[in-house]
């Protein structure tokens, strides 16, 4: 009776924008945390209000609790391709609705099985289990996209708290998005992944604020959520490294961990799943790392190996070409000169290179990262030694 009330209070909010003739009920109703049921629905929008794309008419219109309003309506206020765009949130009695898009499967997949033809969507577990798992190359793509995603919940000040592939929706890619790697091959080219499901998304806290219900999926959920403490946004990172996991085997590092994958990748799924201390700090850190591994990965020509151009940020590549620079112009000078002052400007040479680390080159050493992770002191005592011997050798030669 409950609930024949409630789409009675959701028709007489929407009557005049949604056609109820045809509303549908996407999943059975959910006892949230209040002990409350909620439901969620489908719905098509009116003929005169779809003149822009009458062709993408569909609505999820969501009850969600009072308490979840708030990060749904800081949600509402951003856009991102890679997020499910809410459009509104609304008041209706004792709670709350949202108004979301609905997220249609890819049209460029070949859909071989009629369970698939038939479904309206198509979640990353699905596409998995169908389609069979990406490659290194296309799950980093992917994983890039949502970091992205995470990006903007983090200046939010907001934690997912669920991601996991039920989660995770595929569909066409933003047609006014560039295509990222057009030369490599995958279905990045035509294809996007988006974060769905904010349901108990929460405000970021403390690390270790206490609270009363660990929730989330248990093969994708951090630790520290499970052992009730309030997630920072490292718990999402936790998750995305399952979840790339998950891309490239088909299982959890939790279920089973991951073999025959690139030492570079493996790393950055460990490094997702470690304890908190030394999990990456942000989705921008791990984007960075990504990023790097994409380019060491892709069959990608000169000059995007060299040191300095990887990653492709406009500041590395001046300081990398005022670099080079100066290199060039000074070994003219330098074959005139005696062997000593060859060594200590080849030994200045270095302090940036080893030291400053400005080109990343301590990343292409696998096995020196690990060790770096799990002690990060020793990346430290690099870098210092890194600047301190060639200053102390090239002072011992003058």
């Not at 000078?333 to 060594?343: E, G, S």
């Amino acid at each position: 009776m409950k609930e024949s009330l409630r789409i009675l209070d959701i028709q007489a909010l929407l009557d005049d924008y949604i056609d109820f003739d045809f509303i549908d009920q996407l999943s059975a109703p959910k006892r949230k945390r209040d002990q409350h049921y909620y439901t969620t629905y489908l719905g098509i929008l009116r003929d005169e209000y779809a003149v822009m794309a009458p062709d993408m008419t569909a609505l999820v219109i969501k009850e969600i609790m009072k308490e979840q309003a708030e990060n749904y309506k800081k949600i509402s206020a951003i856009w991102n391709p890679y997020l499910e765009t809410v459009y509104g949130v609304l008041p209706a009695g004792s709670f709350y609705i949202t108004l979301n898009e609905f997220i249609r499967k890819p049209s460029s997949l070949q859909y071989t099985t009629q369970t698939l033809c038939e479904q309206h969507n198509l979640s990353l577990e699905d596409y998995i289990c169908q389609f069979g798992c990406l490659t290194e190359l296309e799950a980093l793509i992917f994983a890039m996209q949502l970091c992205e995603g995470l990006e903007t919940l983090c200046r939010l000040h907001i934690v997912h708290g669920d991601l996991s592939p039920q989660n995770i929706m595929l569909t066409d890619r933003f047609p006014l998005t560039d295509c990222p790697y057009p030369k490599i091959p995958g279905i990045h080219h035509t294809v996007a992944m988006k974060i769905i499901d904010f349901d108990i998304a929460r405000k970021q806290k403390n690390q270790n604020h206490k609270v009363t219900v660990a929730e989330g999926t248990i093969n994708y959920t951090a630790p520290e959520t499970l052992d009730y403490k309030y997630p920072t946004d490292r718990a999402d990172l936790y998750s995305l490294g399952c979840i790339l996991c998950y891309m490239l085997t088909g299982n959890s590092p939790k279920e089973s961990a991951p073999e025959k994958l690139s030492p570079r990748v493996r790393r950055i799924i460990n490094k997702c799943t470690l304890d908190y201390a030394h999990r990456y700090r942000s989705a921008t850190h791990l984007k960075k790392e990504i990023l790097l591994v994409i380019e060491l990965l892709s069959p990608s020509k000169f000059p995007h190996r060299i040191p300095g151009f990887r990653t492709e940020n406009p500041l590395y590549i001046g300081i990398a070409s005022y670099y080079y620079c100066a290199i060039g112009m000074s070994l003219p000078a330098a074959l005139y000169t005696d062997f000593k002052q060859i060594l200590t400007s080849v030994l200045m040479i270095l302090i940036p290179v080893f030291g400053l680390d400005i080109f990343l080159l301590g990343n292409l050493f696998y096995p020196y990262t690990s060790i770096r992770d799990q002690h990060p002191w020793i990346g430290v005592v690099i870098r210092i030694l890194g600047v301190l011997l060639p200053i102390l050798t090239a002072s011992f030669l003058i």
